[in-house]
């Protein structure tokens, strides 16, 4: 053995149970009692759980004239801190790029940066026949996930025959269909409305996407994912009537999947109103709900309704970026940082306040994500052949999210008054430490591409 982990609680989505873990060549290699190996780790005290797995953020992300702050370095550096080993992020089509040309644009931001493992969806902007072709050799060549808009009028967003013929195209290649839920119709006519009336402070941002937007939207994806027998995965779900559409799918036995986000479990629209700008750290698509909303969602997570959790990572600085959209809600850059403080939310607010257990939590950031999106069991979880991406994790350790305590590339943290209990000791990937107290102590750009099954869910 390489290297064994001793005296932890090994946690996964199923179980909880002291052992040992041995690793050999980057892969966990046994699991039990009393084992030895070249270099030891003592995890007394500790849970050793899987490395998380963020199914969707947006390093280097050029978006309403802006680029999110983070890139593949920064941005996965941060990510490690705060557990996660593994991301999928977004290649986004260009106008007149194929899938193929779009994607290699993103493996190159990532190559030489990443510092953990990573995936890539394909954003379909332009959907075609050429395009629904391509799909087939982007399953190929590991890259079995697409991201389909419903919102964004006039750039990305696709009518219903396109998304009804994506569902169909999926599910005969083993894809699996990601898609953005709001009516981008009526999102169009109401930021157009409220702009030309002079109703441009960020609470606008929030009345120009009404709940019932992406309760509709929600809906209409679900009916075509039941009626094509396709998967159909719901991202940033925010709305309690948008998790009841996908719940009642759900019902008639579709397959189809919902995401929330920590931002939407943490936040309420009062946000908006906070006093001169400051409601734009939080102007993000969709925008946060009533807090109502927000204990729908936790409900949704802890039984069963909701299957993941990922952050929508996408930041801008309040200086330089959001502060484009000063006059006008509607040329703020929209998202916020969250790739780091997702697991440490979900397990003070989740765990630690007695909303779900920690194999919940694993599952909810890991193990689920890991498998819908194709990358089970190699990440995901702690089992003999998998990946030796840990997460050393102290459930007493102490640590307020300020912005001088992460170490995400944006000029401020959601999060200032926020002490969570529970955080990383040790990140590891491929048996590798690669955070120690909340340093990041790996090497730039050692992250690996992950090249995912087909997804037959
Ligand atoms: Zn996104």
């Known amino acids: 053995m390489d290297l064994v982990i ?5 946690v996964t989505a199923t179980e909880s149970y002291r052992a040992d873990i041995g690793v050999d ?12 190996g070249a270099e030891v780790i003592d995890a007394a005290g500790m849970l050793v759980m899987p490395g998380g797995v963020d199914p969707h953020t947006h390093m280097e992300l050029p978006f309403m004239g802006s680029i999110s702050a983070d890139d593949f370095r920064t941005g996965t550096i941060a990510a490690a801190c ?22 290699d644009i993103w493996l190159k931001k990532a190559e030489g940066k990443a510092c953990i493992d990573y995936g890539m969806h394909v954003a379909i902007g332009a959907m075609d026949d050429e395009r629904m072709a391509e799909m087939g050799d982007m399953v190929e060549f590991g890259v079995p996930s697409f991201k389909v808009f419903m919102a964004y009028k006039g750039s990305f967003m696709v009518d219903d025959e396109t998304l009804f013929r994506s569902l169909i195209r999926a599910k005969e ?27 441009k402070e960020p609470i606008w941002h929030a009345r120009s996407h009404p709940a019932e937007a ?23 779900m925010t709305a309690g009537d948008a998790l009841e559409a996908l719940k009642a799918g759900r019902a008639k036995g579709f397959k189809v999947f919902g995401e929330t986000c920590p931002q939407y479990l943490m936040f309420s629209v009062e946000k908006y109103a906070e006093p001169g700008f400051e409601g734009a750290k939080y102007v993000m698509s969709p925008p946060l709900r009533e807090k109502g909303d927000s204990e729908a969602l936790w409900r949704g997570l802890a039984g069963g309704d909701l299957q993941a959790v990922g952050t929508d990572h996408c930041p801008f600085n309040f200086v330089g970026q959001k502060d484009m959209g000063k006059d006008d809600f509607s040329k703020i850059p929209n998202g916020m940082p969250s790739v780091e403080t997702r697991l440490p939310l ?13 194999n919940r939590f694993v599952e909810l950031v890991a193990t689920g994500p890991a498998r819908l999106f194709g990358l089970l069991p190699r990440k995901g979880t702690i089992s003999v052949g998998a990946d030796a991406d840990l997460v050393l994790w102290d459930p007493k350790r102490e640590h307020r999210l300020t912005k ?8 401020y943290s959601p999060y200032e008054d926020v002490t969570v209990r529970g955080y990383p000791a040790l990140t590891l990937q491929r048996g590798k430490v690669i955070v120690r107290n909340n340093q990041f102590v790996g090497d730039v750009g050692a992250g690996q591409f992950l090249k995912r099954s087909p997804i037959h869910l």
């Open 214 to 236: 992406e309760a509709e939207a929600t809906h209409r994806a679900v009916v075509m994912a039941g009626m094509t027998g396709a998967p159909l995965y719901v991202v940033h």
């Open 25 to 36: 060549g980057g892969t966990i290699a046994l699991i039990g009692r009393d084992l030895s």
């Open 6 to 10: 001793k005296n932890g609680t090994v």
């Open 346 to 358: 979900l397990y003070h607010f989740g765990v630690g306040q007695g909303r779900f257990s920690v």
């Open 173 to 199: 290649i083993g894809g699996l269909i990601a898609v953005h839920a709001e009516n981008g119709d009526i999102l169009h006519y109401l930021i157009n409305k409220h702009v030309a009336e002079g109703k």
């Open 404 to 411: 001088e305590n992460l170490h995400m590339n944006v000029d």
């Open 82 to 103: 705060g557990g996660t080993t593994t991301i999928i992020d977004f290649a986004i089509q260009g106008a007149g790029q194929t899938l193929r040309q779009a994607l």
